[in-house]
């Protein structure tokens, strides 16, 4: 919700009064579900919630041809402060939100080693394909875009990259981990590659 209300005031702030139709279309053309927990379709229910706590007003009502009435709105003395509020919130969160990769790792295991890596590699060509994705989006938006417009860009840009890093990292440490279990199990030929424990020796 906190990153739907900084857009709508955002909007509203630098656009001036609209309506909603408006508001998702401007959120469509800047693909906002790509860059934050956004759904354009949610953006007329939280237009009038925000209504309701004096941050927007509405201004007026519009009505081209037959189309339907459509409510413009406009942001409030007190929608700018928390316009405000907002963008100095999201600056002071540095927090590193957990994955549940980590909690694989230690149980992976379970699955096996092969299907494990099976499993990171895919993760690795999500990843791959996310940030072919987004280097063609950005050439594509590179004539439009302003020099902090690019910079947000490339924050996405380095954390796929850093992705992209690490499961590459990951899959050279798990192809070792299985060539060392391989090598322990041939002098008498007992165990399974396949189920071979991720521990170290040193751990066991």
């Given amino acids: ?3 739907t209300r900084l857009f709508i005031l955002g909007a509203l702030a630098d656009g001036g009064p609209m309506h909603g139709h408006k508001i998702r279309a401007a959120a469509q053309l800047d693909r906002v579900e790509l860059w934050a927990d956004i759904k354009p ?7 009038r919630r925000m209504a309701d706590e004096g941050v927007v007003e509405v201004v007026r009502t519009e009505q081209e041809g037959n189309l339907p009435a459509r409510t413009v709105y406009g942001i409030t003395d007190k929608g700018r402060a ?3 509020s907002l ?6 969160d540095t927090r590193l939100r957990p994955d549940p990769i980590q909690l694989v790792l230690l149980h992976g295991g379970e699955i096996g080693s092969d299907e ?3 499993a990171v590699r895919q993760r ?6 996310q940030l072919d994705f987004w280097r063609n989006l950005r050439a594509e938006a590179e004539p439009y875009l302003t020099r902090l417009e690019a910079t947000a860009f490339d924050y996405t840009l380095m954390r796929l990259e850093t992705e992209l890093t690490w499961h590459d990292r990951l899959l050279a440490e798990l ?6 279990a391989d ?4 002098p008498d030929g007992t165990g399974s590659p396949g189920g071979a424990p991720l521990q170290e020796s040193g751990n066991q």
Avoid at 41 to 47: C, R
């Fill in 1 to 3: 919700m906190r990153a």
């Fill in 183 to 186: 090598t322990a199990e041939r």
């Fill in 87 to 92: 963008i100095r919130s999201v600056l002071a």
């Fill in 124 to 129: 690795r060509d999500s990843y791959a394909a």
């Fill in 116 to 118: 494990l890596r099976t």
């Fill in 82 to 84: 928390d316009l405000v």
């Fill in 41 to 47: 379709g949610s953006l007329y229910g939280a237009l």
């Fill in 175 to 180: 192809a070792e981990l299985a060539e060392l």
